[in-house]
């Protein structure tokens, strides 16, 4: 009944090519196979123990059972202010500048749905985690790519980025209104200097256009490197809003806990649309972020420490399979180009292939966008044993060809 009836917004989102890994990764699992599951970034560890205890302390208490603050507690939203002093030396006032979100997905969906007029343009560079394009797809927003460019190291190309970011500016109708930045980047695992944020405000500030930062992988860093905030730039507030999540860096994927801070325009157009849709997270999962933030970091210096590992065993385990992938600096992830000889499948079928012939998923570079497709991502969430189980079937399977 009702064809007729078309669900317009729906029907602008494309078929999601990870779905295609994941129907035939559960057909495996119903046929008995032991998938080995690189595919998603969903982080495989427990949350600290101490944060669990506060949740489940804060759970007995009578009197937090109630609607929450859709905004996030004071107490939470002061616990984001000192983590930004204590991380980065930038200043964020609790009241107006800093918003809790259900997860950082459910904020940055909200915010372009709050600040989006029908037509508005963003760049987004790609390939790209695909809600930061969707959001805007959905809001009714028109998006602008952008070709992430970078070297061996998975070091953004800052000078090529800037040139590109003029010319999309130049070129773009109408003018663009939105910039996505998401470094350490999903899913290249690309990753920036400070000094690339302050090029990007001043271009800003010159163009007028908002930055909406997404620092996801902040914490998961190696080698040395440090993630730079964009609002550590002097000014940056005036333009830019970055986005945290407590779902990597604490093992807390499926509690929903996130945060938006910086500019109070873009805070407050996140505040209001939230206060219409929502009552706020569960108290008490507020009351254990605040706890996780305001800890010491040992426990988040234990799961950086765990994906290094896991990202030097894979690379030495693969590299014997016949299989090299270059050693990213940052995220939870491995950007890996598809071995020479079988390149000519693309993402999608080398994928498909992959997890058929090896019993390997992993995420073909095609669903993040067009210019993904001689890659393939590979999440650091099994162990070493099963990376190793990996390479000994990828080592069969390549052999194959
Ligand atoms: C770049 C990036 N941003 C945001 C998210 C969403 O995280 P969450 O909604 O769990 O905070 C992810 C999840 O994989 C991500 O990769």
Same mark, same amino acid.
């Given at each position: 009944?009702?064809?007729?009836?078309?669900?317009?917004?729906?029907?602008?989102?494309?078929?999601?090519?990870?779905?295609?890994?994941?129907?035939?990764?559960?057909?495996?699992?119903?046929?008995?196979?032991?998938?080995?599951?690189?595919?998603?970034?969903?982080?495989?560890?427990?949350?600290?123990?101490?944060?669990?205890?506060?949740?489940?302390? $804060?759970?007995?208490?009578?009197?937090?059972?109630?609607?929450? #603050?859709? =905004?996030?507690? *004071?107490?939470?939203?002061?616990? +984001? &202010?000192?983590?930004?002093?204590?991380?980065?030396?930038?200043?964020?006032?609790?009241?107006?500048?800093?918003?809790?979100?259900?997860?950082?997905?459910?904020?940055?969906?909200?915010?372009?749905?709050?600040?989006?007029?029908?037509?508005?343009?963003?760049?987004?560079?790609?390939?790209?985690?695909?809600?930061?394009?969707?959001?805007?797809?959905?809001?009714?927003?028109?998006?602008?790519?952008?070709?992430?460019?970078?070297?061996?190291?998975?070091?953004?190309?800052?000078?090529?980025?800037?040139?590109?970011?003029?010319?999309?500016?130049?070129?773009?109708?109408?003018?663009?209104?939105?910039?996505?930045?998401?470094?350490?980047?999903?899913?290249?695992?690309?990753?920036? $200097?400070?000094?690339?944020?302050?090029?990007?405000?001043?271009? #800003?500030? =010159?163009?007028? *256009?908002?930055?909406?930062?997404? +620092? &996801?992988?902040?914490?998961?860093?190696?080698?040395?490197?440090?993630?730079?905030?964009?609002?550590?730039?002097?000014?940056?507030?005036?333009?830019?809003?970055?986005?945290?999540?407590?779902?990597?860096?604490?093992?807390?994927?499926?509690?929903?806990?996130?945060?938006?801070?910086?500019?109070?325009?873009?805070?407050?157009?996140?505040?209001?649309?939230?206060?219409?849709?929502?009552?706020?997270?569960?108290?008490?999962?507020?009351?254990?972020?605040?706890?996780?933030?305001?800890?010491?970091?040992?426990?988040?210096?234990?799961?950086?420490?765990?994906?290094?590992?896991?990202?030097?065993?894979?690379?030495?385990?693969?590299?014997?399979?016949?299989?090299?992938?270059?050693?990213?600096?940052?995220?939870?992830?491995?950007?890996?180009?598809?071995?020479? =000889?079988?390149?000519?499948?693309?993402?999608?079928?080398?994928?498909?292939?992959?997890?058929?012939?090896?019993?390997?998923?992993?995420?073909?570079?095609?669903?993040?966008?067009?210019?993904?497709?001689?890659?393939?991502?590979?999440?650091?969430?099994?162990?070493?044993?099963?990376?190793?189980?990996?390479?000994?079937?990828?080592?069969?399977?390549?052999?194959?060809?």
């Amino acid at each position: 009944m009702f064809d007729d009836f078309q669900f317009e917004k729906l029907n602008r989102l494309p078929n999601y090519i990870f779905a295609v890994i994941n129907e035939i990764k559960m057909e495996e699992r119903r046929a008995g196979k032991d998938v080995i599951d690189f595919s998603m970034g969903n982080p495989d560890g427990d949350t600290p123990q101490h944060i669990i205890d506060k949740l489940v302390e $804060t759970a007995q208490k009578k009197g937090n059972f109630r609607y929450s #603050a859709s =905004k996030g507690i *004071f107490k939470l939203r002061l616990a +984001i &202010a000192d983590w930004y002093k204590r991380k980065y030396g930038v200043d964020i006032d609790p009241n107006g500048e800093a918003v809790a979100t259900m997860g950082s997905k459910e904020g940055y969906v909200h915010l372009v749905e709050a600040i989006t007029n029908v037509g508005d343009m963003a760049i987004v560079p790609e390939p790209t985690y695909p809600i930061h394009t969707y959001a805007f797809t959905l809001a009714g927003g028109a998006v602008r790519k952008m070709e992430i460019k970078f070297d061996s190291e998975f070091k953004l190309d800052e000078d090529t980025f800037i040139s590109d970011l003029k010319t999309a500016i130049a070129e773009s109708v109408p003018k663009p209104k939105y910039l996505i930045l998401n470094f350490p980047h999903n899913p290249t695992t690309v990753t920036v $200097t400070e000094d690339f944020y302050k090029r990007v405000v001043e271009l #800003a500030k =010159k163009e007028r *256009f908002y930055i909406i930062s997404d +620092i &996801a992988y902040a914490d998961l860093t190696f080698d040395g490197y440090k993630t730079p905030s964009i609002l550590a730039v002097d000014g940056a507030k005036d333009v830019a809003v970055e986005s945290f999540t407590l779902s990597k860096s604490y093992n807390m994927a499926g509690w929903r806990v996130g945060f938006v801070v910086g500019n109070r325009k873009l805070v407050g157009a996140l505040e209001k649309i939230k206060s219409w849709l929502d009552y706020g997270m569960f108290t008490p999962i507020q009351v254990a972020a605040t706890v996780a933030l305001n800890g010491d970091g040992s426990c988040v210096e234990d799961i950086r420490k765990n994906y290094e590992d896991r990202r030097d065993f894979l690379i030495k385990s693969f590299a014997s399979a016949g299989w090299d992938v270059g050693k990213p600096r940052a995220t939870m992830f491995i950007w890996a180009r598809i071995p020479e =000889k079988v390149r000519h499948l693309g993402s999608l079928e080398f994928s498909k292939r992959l997890l058929l012939e090896a019993e390997v998923a992993v995420s073909p570079g095609i669903g993040f966008g067009d210019y993904g497709d001689e890659y393939v991502r590979i999440a650091l969430i099994e162990n070493r044993h099963r990376i190793k189980q990996a390479s000994k079937n990828i080592k069969k399977f390549l052999n194959s060809f």
